[in-house]
């Protein structure tokens, strides 16, 4: 009897817990929405909403989609300041600055190729962003002339996820980045996807394509965790990755470079910014260049482009401990120098006050061993953190520089005559420039012999491009040149007083300028 009662009574007292719940929920308030306007203003404005700021303003991040964004607080350079936040408050901050819904990203093997195609990285091929290993940037098999340009039409159009790295193309692969994280190997004919992969970290580089043994070509790039990574350039197949350097805020900036089986990878940080916590240790971080073996990833040397190791120097304001030299990193692709044996690389400013030779420099290497062979550096006294003004407060640097960074390397360069040693020290404001110009740009009003080294040896002289110009004209900053030198004004043997073309061609080659980060 008593059984039967509990088996009868039993669905009741569950239909009753039931009730109980659903008034209890029903009662219960729900969680407020998060305001992405206000987080935004709690977390963003003060960088994003500043006149003066490098920070892209909220007028800039509104075109952009929430995913995005969404991609930028999570996995991106804005972690720092997304710490703590939920996923919620996240996407809430994200649609409240784009003004959109959230989106979601389209299917990447929505449109995929039916058979492989064929890689190439001959001449008339753009396997890196340099074009070759010694970063001419220039094609000499183009394929089209000048009367082609009006004939040009849209073959096919690419959506890619987030902002993009540039393009190369292999035979018939072109290879593509996005900062959100995905590398795409798409048919250069048609546009149909050969394979897509998620890095898991954000892509600002071009891919560089290179042989391996056995007919093979590999595909390489970094991240923005300081992770190079090697695929299998026609399948996608990862062959190996590693981080190369393990410091928290290293990351892969610049495009890497590929010659005779070897990876040349240069990194770089983010300390600009994550020193502007007065409570961040500034800075313990050194740039530098490290050669792979292209097949295994197998490290052959590591150089750093400032010899020593930070050294404690003093306390900031609030006690914490400063350390320098640092910075110097290698925001750009380095440089082969076959005939002379070497591996270039142009650096950025410094982080900390303290003397170093490294940084606003181009700075050559051993190609087999990594040894710092010489470095001509530009611009002395260049330590710059985002947000100072030049006042000791927390990390800044006192006086702070201009934050004239080099902002892509470079190639060797040879004159009719001889090659030329690396640059003097830049002359000062008003000073006139004395030039060994080419032919084409008529005879120089003043020229002097071209600097040797401490050794006797001359060194080759750097260019971004143009190479028509004076040896250290190339390696000056760009407002220096257009603003703060003069021409010589003396005449000679009827040469102009400003002859156009190099003057112009100075402006336009001058590599080092101030970077909006």
Same mark, same amino acid.
């Given at each position: 009897m008593i059984h039967r009662f509990i088996r009868l009574a039993a669905p009741l007292c569950v239909a009753l817990v039931s009730l109980v719940l659903a008034n209890a929920q029903a009662e219960t308030p729900a969680p407020p929405q998060p305001d992405g306007k206000a987080l935004f203003q709690e977390r963003c404005s003060a960088c994003?909403?500043?006149?003066?700021?490098?920070?892209?303003?909220? =007028?800039? #991040?509104?075109?952009?989609?929430?995913?995005? *964004?969404?991609?930028?607080?999570?996995?991106?350079?804005?972690?720092?300041?997304?710490?703590g936040l939920s996923a919620q408050q996240i996407e809430a901050l994200a649609v409240a600055l784009t003004g959109r819904p959230m989106d979601v990203l389209p299917d990447p093997k929505a449109n995929l190729c039916a058979a492989p195609g064929h890689i190439a990285t001959g001449v008339a091929d753009w396997p890196a962003w340099g074009h070759d290993a010694h970063n001419t940037r220039f094609q000499t098999e183009a394929g089209i002339a000048v009367t082609d340009l009006p004939k040009l039409k849209t073959k096919f159009v690419f959506a890619l996820p987030g902002l993009a790295g540039s393009p190369v193309v292999a035979g018939d692969y072109l290879f593509v980045s996005s900062r959100m994280g995905m590398v795409f190997a798409v048919n250069s004919r048609t546009g149909c996807t050969f394979w897509s992969i998620d890095a898991g970290g954000p892509v600002r580089n071009a891919i560089a394509v290179g042989a391996l043994p056995g007919g093979?070509?590999?595909?390489?790039?970094? /991240?923005?965790?300081?992770? #190079?990574?090697? #695929? /299998?350039?026609?399948?996608?197949?990862?062959?190996?990755? #590693?981080?190369?350097?393990?410091? &928290?805020?290293?990351?892969?900036?610049?495009?890497?470079?590929?010659?005779?089986?070897?990876?040349?990878?240069?990194?770089?940080?983010?300390?600009?910014?994550?020193?502007?916590?007065? =409570?961040?240790?500034c800075c313990k971080f050194r740039g530098s260049v490290t050669a792979l073996d292209a097949a295994t990833g197998k490290v052959i040397w590591k150089a750093y482009t400032i010899p020593e190791a930070p050294k404690p120097t003093r306390k900031n304001d609030i006690g914490t401990q400063m350390y320098g030299p640092s910075g110097a990193g290698v925001w750009s692709a380095p440089t082969i120098d076959d005939k002379r044996g070497l591996v270039y690389a142009a650096t950025g400013d410094a982080y900390s006050n303290g003397k170093t030779d490294a940084s606003?420099?181009?700075?050559?290497? /051993? *190609?087999?061993?990594?040894?710092?062979?010489?470095?001509?550096?530009?611009?002395?006294?260049?330590?710059w953190l985002y947000q100072c003004d030049g006042k000791p407060v927390g990390n800044c640097p006192a006086p702070q520089g201009p934050d004239f960074d080099f902002s892509r390397c470079c190639r060797p360069w040879r004159t009719a005559r001889r090659s030329w040693s690396h640059p003097p020290n830049p002359p000062t404001p008003g000073?006139? *420039?004395?030039?060994?110009?080419?032919?084409? @740009?008529?005879?120089?009003? =003043?020229?002097?012999?071209? &600097?040797?080294?401490? =050794?006797?040896?001359? &060194? &080759?002289?750097?260019?971004a491009s143009m190479s028509r110009l004076p040896a250290w004209v190339r390696l000056v900053p760009r407002k220096a040149v257009?603003?703060?030198?003069?021409?010589?004004?003396?005449?000679?043997?009827?040469?102009?007083?400003?002859?156009?073309? @190099?003057?112009a061609g100075a402006r336009r080659a001058a590599s080092i300028s101030s970077r909006a980060r």
């Open positions: 994003h909403d500043r006149k003066e700021s490098r920070a892209p303003p909220s =007028s800039y #991040l509104a075109t952009r989609l929430p995913t995005e *964004i969404v991609y930028t607080l999570t996995k991106g350079e804005m972690r720092p300041q997304a710490a093979k070509h590999g595909a390489y790039f970094g /991240d923005q965790n300081a992770i #190079l990574h090697a #695929l /299998d350039a026609e399948t996608g197949r990862e062959m190996w990755k #590693l981080r190369l350097d393990d410091y &928290p805020g290293a990351r892969i900036v610049g495009s890497v470079t590929v010659h005779n089986g070897v990876v040349y990878a240069p990194v770089t940080s983010g300390d600009e910014v994550d020193a502007g916590d007065p =409570s961040y240790e606003d420099a181009v700075i050559a290497f /051993d *190609i087999k061993t990594g040894k710092r062979v010489w470095a001509s550096q530009v611009m002395k006294d260049d330590a000073r006139s *420039i004395p030039t060994r110009r080419a032919r084409s @740009c008529g005879r120089p009003a =003043s020229a002097r012999a071209a &600097p040797t080294s401490r =050794s006797g040896a001359r &060194p &080759p002289i750097m260019t257009s603003a703060a030198f003069r021409w010589p004004t003396a005449r000679s043997r009827g040469a102009p007083n400003r002859p156009p073309r @190099c003057a």
